[in-house]
């Protein structure tokens, strides 16, 4: 069974605090995605890599960093959390080109107290 | 600029029910993709079908199907004789070479109750 792991499903951190959010994939995929989720708005791209140490920015990536020093590996960093990044953070992989299927991972709820 | 405007935010349907969840895209790029993707409360969102701007060849695949007409700019989805395990959010999404990322809309809560 292809995968994709989150490394937690529910996060509370502080505000203020860095927070590291992991996802791993056993699907050898060169991209990986991080999305956000929230009611009303769908969707929506924070970051994505295309290869290993390569990283290109979504549509929302302030307040966000990433990480991918291996292939398999990506990892979304907050460096400094706050309130209004309370949300539902997806990963995803997939295989070269956007429009092949991605695979999601179960997603982490954040909550920043 | 690519949208994906999906107007209903909720449904409620009773078992056996048909049911179509509506999506409308907007691109101006010939050459697309167009996703449907299920969200089940577990949470984990699930591949459903691709389509490319060239195939308008509606599919079937068990109790759903899709219609895909590029007069309306309109992908829509529809459940026959739905069940509980159906309760989801249902999520389209457009992919373009110009924009060169996946555009989600904002997702449809079906519920379907006994």
């Known amino acids: 069974d292809v995968k994709v792991t989150q490394s937690s499903r529910y996060l509370v951190k502080r505000t203020g605090e860095k927070v590291f959010l992991e996802c791993v994939q056993d699907?050898?995929?060169?991209?990986m995605f991080w999305y956000r989720q929230d009611p009303g708005l769908g969707l929506r791209l924070i970051y994505f890599?295309?290869?290993?140490?390569?990283?290109e920015k979504g549509d929302i990536p302030e307040g966000y960093s990433v990480s991918r020093e291996k292939k398999e590996r990506f990892s979304l960093i907050l460096e400094s959390a706050s309130t209004n990044q309370t949300s539902m953070y997806l990963c995803?992989?997939?295989?070269?080109?956007?429009?092949?299927?991605?695979?999601f991972g179960q997603g982490t709820r954040l909550t920043v107290v | 600029a690519q949208k994906v405007t999906q107007a209903q935010t909720e449904i409620s349907v009773v078992e056996k029910e048909d049911v179509t969840l509506d999506c409308v895209y907007e691109?101006?790029?010939?050459?697309?993709?167009l996703f449907w993707y299920k969200q089940p409360p577990s949470g984990e969102l699930v591949f459903l079908i691709r389509?490319?701007?060239?195939?308008?060849q509606n599919e079937i695949s068990g109790r759903y199907s899709w219609n895909f007409q590029k007069s309306t700019s309109s992908f829509n989805f529809t459940i026959t004789a739905s069940q509980v395990v159906d309760s989801a959010v249902y999520f389209c999404?457009?992919?373009?070479?110009?924009?060169?990322?996946?555009?989600f809309g904002t997702g449809t809560q079906l519920k379907v109750e006994l």
């Open positions: 890599s295309y290869d290993v140490k390569m990283k």
């Open positions: 691109t101006r790029d010939t050459t697309y993709y």
């Open positions: 699907m050898d995929h060169e991209n």
């Open positions: 995803a992989s997939s295989a070269p080109g956007h429009n092949t299927e991605a695979f």
């Open positions: 999404a457009l992919y373009t070479g110009g924009g060169n990322k996946l555009t």
């Open positions: 389509r490319n701007s060239f195939d308008e």
